[in-house]
């Protein structure tokens, strides 16, 4: 059974960041080439960044220069440092692999707000 177990967000002001984990269980994470999604209120979910199995990563224009992914396979999770936040980061964020193949998490809600 596959999970994907997303933690980290919270309540952050404009310039400040924050590290979101992905746990996954119930698949071959350490070949799957990973991503991270956001979906904020009225708004289809979005492709925020994307990580291989040989640490290969790319981004979104709206998070290049200001969000890191990376992952351990030893823990089969997957990260996303997110720095110089801004409120329209604002959303609740996901993970899931690329293309997505599978029942999405519960997300964790970011809000960038002063």
């Known amino acids: 059974q596959v999970q994907l177990v997303e933690s980290g967000g919270g309540l952050v002001q404009p310039g400040g960041s924050l590290r979101l984990s992905c746990a996954a269980s119930g698949f071959s994470f350490f070949i799957a080439r990973m991503g991270w999604y956001r979906q904020a209120p009225g708004k289809q979910r979005e492709l925020v960044a994307t990580?291989?199995?040989?640490?290969?990563?790319n981004y979104a224009d709206s998070a290049k220069g200001r969000f890191v992914i990376s992952r351990d396979n030893a823990k089969n999770t997957v990260y996303l440092q997110m720095n110089s936040l801004k409120p329209e980061d604002t959303a609740v964020y996901y993970c899931n692999t690329y293309p997505s193949r599978f029942a999405w998490g519960q997300g964790t809600q970011v809000t960038v707000s002063s």
């Open positions: 990580i291989t199995s040989s640490d290969s990563s």
